[in-house]
């Protein structure tokens, strides 16, 4: 089994490596078509902004890459992010939104949170479908969140989660698969998902 994961310079990428070496697996890092082309699974991490993952991409060539891989894509936090057709965080000054990779008619918005702090830090509730990146996680299992965008809640939505109000915390579309908290950092039902990202698809 190899595991890449695609490097568009706006992530620190190791605590994803060291985690999928958690549970018996060794991940690669790399923005090279030619290296991404020959994993069995493609992760997409990325911190910062939708316009700097987006600008990253857009860097590495990799846009076509990613819209067009027949094989299973996990997007994490904003790897997720930019699986909608647009975002509106952008930054101060640019248009009301960034274009995305718009695997999903979706918009990612900024969290309508009546007074809560922004971002949405720490743990929280994942309330989730059948779907097989779910398996053996219980219902409303606590996951690590970190970011002040969402992504609406629509057909494509697998996991909800509510921070002031509700938005789409998995999805999943096709090949494509995205989760806005950190599997990563969530201890066991990250290890879990993660575990089921590799073994059912």
């Not at 908290?181 to 066991?188: G, N, R, V, Y």
Request: net charge negative.
């Amino acid at each position: 089994m190899k595991i890449s994961i695609i490097d568009t310079g706006s992530a620190n990428l190791n605590s994803v490596v060291q985690a999928f070496k958690r549970i018996g697996y060794e991940a690669i890092v790399s923005s090279e078509i030619s290296e991404l082309q020959n994993a069995d699974r493609l992760v997409l991490p990325g911190v910062g902004t939708a316009a700097a993952v987006m600008d990253g991409i857009n860097k590495y060539k990799l846009r076509d890459f990613i819209l067009e891989t027949p094989k299973p894509l996990l997007g994490i936090c904003l790897g997720m992010q930019i699986q909608a057709t647009d975002s509106e965080e952008v930054p101060l000054g640019q248009d009301s939104v960034i274009e995305c990779l718009d695997i999903v008619k979706a918009r990612c918005v900024k969290l309508k949170c009546d007074g809560l702090r922004l971002p949405h830090m720490g743990w929280n509730t994942v309330n989730h479908t059948d779907h097989p990146l779910f398996s053996d996680i219980k219902q409303d299992a606590y996951f690590y969140f970190d970011h002040s965008f969402a992504m609406q809640t629509g057909d494509y939505t697998i996991g909800k989660t509510t921070y002031g109000t509700e938005f789409s915390s998995a999805i999943a579309k096709d090949n494509f698969m995205g989760v806005q908290f950190h599997p990563e950092k969530s201890s066991a039902a990250g290890e879990q998902l993660l575990t089921n990202f590799i073994k059912n698809f």
